[in-house]
């Protein structure tokens, strides 16, 4: 891991030099190949105070319309049937979690440039509006504890507002966890969460509802498919546990979408082949991870791996990974 470090930032280093000597052009240069994007929320000025995962929609309009006139956009039925075309890069998009963000903010720009989409969606809307990870990150970064017991265990707060507890922080032991146990998490910070700042950071957690799903499912855009039910690390909790997550978020979105839902994408991008087998037993025909596991992995027709978008990055350099296809 600290080596991977190094290289990327070595790599970041190089290209930003390139860039300001007015030398960015040839790593703009546009390349045949395939990218299955990934992102996460949409905010109005790409906040990543809070998390990694927001970009800002000025920022994703502007790449919608850069992908759009430079590059060739599929709809992720055809980047699995391969309709690509020669001598440009082929692009396809997902959005994982479900984010309200992605209805008010990412459809219309969408809509607008007549782009296809798929939107990954997390079922515990359905008992609360929030996922356990924004949960903690938001009151992880405006709570005024210093420290928390959880388990047993002294978490303390960092620079970085993490709470940690032996070099581990609680938001990745919360990822090994089933939601059952998550929920303490909420009584601890039960009245940091009521006292957050004003509405506007609904931004950061709100997940959208059955009527906005149900919207983008008729969508002619646009395809709805499950991305579990609370967003579990579904290689660490028990199997029978994942099998229900997996299980329970395709027929809470079927009932929702009235239409079959046989794509999945895997939280976190974890997954194992027990895990994809139960998948495809119970009707899911594609699986979107993040990286593939084996190289054997790589030749299976349901499984994709995705390039996940970086809000850290200027625009240009952004491109410039896209175009490379990897961060390495």
């Not at 000025?45 to 970009?55: A, L, P």
């Not at 994703?60 to 075309?85: G, P």
């Not at 004003?198 to 919207?215: C, D, G």
């Amino acid at each position: 891991m600290f080596w991977i470090r190094i290289k990327y930032r070595l790599g970041l280093f190089y290209k930003t030099v390139l860039f300001k000597l007015g030398f960015g052009k040839i790593l703009l240069k546009n390349r045949y190949g395939e990218r299955l994007l990934l992102f996460h929320g949409i905010d109005t000025k790409g906040d990543t105070r809070y998390n990694s995962r927001f970009i800002s929609k000025l920022f994703f309009e502007a790449l919608i319309k850069h992908i759009v006139t430079h590059y060739n956009v599929v709809s992720l039925d055809d980047y699995y049937l391969k309709k690509f075309k020669k001598d440009t890069l082929n692009i396809a998009l997902t959005f994982d979690d479900g984010y309200l963000n992605n209805y008010t903010y990412a459809v219309p720009i969408l809509e607008k440039y007549k782009v296809p989409a798929c939107f990954y969606i997390t079922t515990v809307h359905e008992n609360t509006p929030y996922l356990w990870t924004d949960f903690i990150d938001l009151v992880s970064y405006y709570t005024k504890k210093e420290k928390v017991v959880f388990k047993g265990d002294l978490y303390e707060k960092n620079a970085k507002n993490e709470f940690i507890c032996h070099g581990v922080s609680l938001k990745n032991v919360a990822k090994r966890m089933p939601y059952k146990s998550i929920k303490l998490i909420y009584k601890i910070f039960e009245n940091d969460w009521k006292n957050l700042p004003p509405k506007h950071h609904e931004t950061y957690w709100r997940l959208m509802n059955a009527e906005q799903i149900r919207y983008i499912a008729n969508h002619p855009l646009f395809t709805i498919g499950a991305h579990g039910e609370t967003h579990a690390s579904l290689i660490d909790i028990p199997l029978e546990a994942a099998k229900h997550e997996i299980s329970n978020s395709k027929k809470q979105l079927e009932t929702i979408c009235r239409q079959p839902i046989t794509e999945f994408a895997f939280p976190f991008g974890f997954y194992n082949h027990e895990i994809a087998n139960y998948c495809e037993e119970i009707g899911f025909e594609r699986l979107l991870l993040v990286d593939y596991n084996t190289k054997e992995d790589t030749k299976k027709q349901a499984f994709k791996n995705r390039f996940v978008m970086n809000p850290y990055l200027s625009f240009e350099l952004q491109l410039a990974y896209l175009l490379k296809g990897s961060y390495f």
